[in-house]
């Protein structure tokens, strides 16, 4: 068994990637919507996306 912390961080990391995969499903990988829609920056959604692995090349992140 891993250690509580550990354990904490590893469910944390499984429902943030669920949560942002579903979110930029929805807005068809919008980044400004899906960081409106989260309550987010979109400089912070772009952070998220990468540690979690989300950050599949370019996403259209709203700007022209």
Not at 29 to 38: F, G, K, P, Y
Not at 57 to 61: E, T
């Given at each position: ?23 930029l499903?929805?807005?068809g ?10 309550g ?16 599949k ?5 709203g700007?022209?």
């Open positions: 068994a891993l250690p509580f912390k550990e354990a904490k961080q590893v469910m944390i990391d499984e429902f943030e990637r669920r949560y942002f995969s579903e979110l499903e929805r807005t990988s919008n980044l400004s919507r899906a960081s409106a829609q989260a987010i920056t979109r400089y912070y959604l772009r952070e998220l996306l990468k540690r979690l692995g989300l950050h090349g370019r996403v259209d992140d700007e022209p």
